[in-house]
């Protein structure tokens, strides 16, 4: 793909995306008169199926502070429902008009018209958990930082050269790393004020809270470790093996981030799409193939549509264990990371057939290639 061009398609949906991200806790708190069906921090409580333990009818489904209700379809609430079909959505439909368009007809990006669109957006996207937080004592960022990862399987598709994609990954990796401590010093300061640092360590809680802020901590530690390994990535003992350590530390992060606050299943969907994506070109790659633009592009929408279904059966058996009687404190904390991982699994199972399918042409150098 040229220098300066892209898909305009994926190029608005990630637009659409990232509007998406910083819009809705506003729109969430607008709709705040629903009560526990948008309720929560971040709309923990609509998204995850959990009420207020006053409004539990019976043993069934109380567990500590938490109050586990059915879902509507696959264990998912409406209001899940809607985010998820919102927030994949443009992914889905993005990665599908590229894979319908030739390469030839895709139109120059508009370098000077995207600039101030994406300075827009950015400055949208920062603005407005900032003054959420200024605002209100009790909103986490967490939420607006969710954002869809630059990885190889979106990135080529977006024309944006290596150094570029480089350059955007760690703009949002630091800035990830600023909001993640805002967060956790935060989480710290009231915890000593209000119970004092050891709660966190009391796993016997009855409330069932302590495990959540020991999750907290441990990823907040984790995303230390990450960052030391990045700052160190020179050094000749790390160099070697970076790669594999910023994967490795990453991938704890994620899963002990969504332990510790159960939406990011929902949330990094797209993400999970993205990379299992990468993953399943990665594969691709190992035994010789690689897809053109618009075969990429389409097993990007197959990775979605794969992630979504890695998705549901573990949300599913979570509505299953979590509304029987007598269930432990420890078991809402399990689901949430195996559906993340369910879900990068998925979806490269579902982008690698994608892949493999397309007629072999040998190149010049006499390396074989996908086509079409």
Sequence with gaps: MAPGYGSPALASALKYMLLGSALYEPLRKALHSLGDDVGGVGGVGGLCNLGSPEACDSLAGRTGNYCFQPGVWSGLTCFAIVVLAVWTGPLFFGAVAMSRSLLKQDAPLEEGRETMSQAGLSCLWFAMPFTYMLADPFYRSSVATVVLAVSKAVSPLLGLP???????????????????????????????????????????????????????????????????????????????????????????????????????????????????????????????????????????????????????????????????????????????????????????????PILLTAPQVRTENGAFALMG
């Design 162 to 352: 290596r150094q570029g994609v480089v350059d955007l990954h760690k703009a949002l990796g630091w800035n990830a790393m600023a909001w993640a401590s805002i967060h956790a010093c935060g989480e710290i300061f009231y915890l000593c004020y209000q119970q004092g640092l050891q709660t966190i360590f009391q796993l016997s809680g009855r409330q069932g809270e302590n495990l959540l802020y020991l999750l907290g901590l441990l990823t907040a530690l984790l995303l230390v470790l990450h960052t030391l390994v990045v700052l160190l990535r020179k050094r000749d003992s790390i160099r070697r093996l970076f790669k594999s350590l910023h994967r490795l530390t990453a991938g704890l992060v994620l899963l002990s981030a969504t332990a510790h606050w159960w939406p990011f299943a929902l949330f990094l969907l797209p993400s999970a799409a993205a990379h299992g994506t990468a993953v399943a070109m990665g594969v691709a790659s190992w035994l010789g193939r690689q897809a053109s633009l618009a075969r990429a592009s389409l097993a990007l929408a197959a990775a979605v549509l794969g992630a979504l279904l890695g998705l549901l059966p573990v949300w599913k058996a979570r509505e299953t264990v979590m509304i029987a009687q007598g269930v432990g404190l420890l078991a809402p904390f399990a689901f949430p990371p195996l559906a993340l991982l369910m879900e990068v699994v998925a979806a490269a199972f579902a982008s690698l």
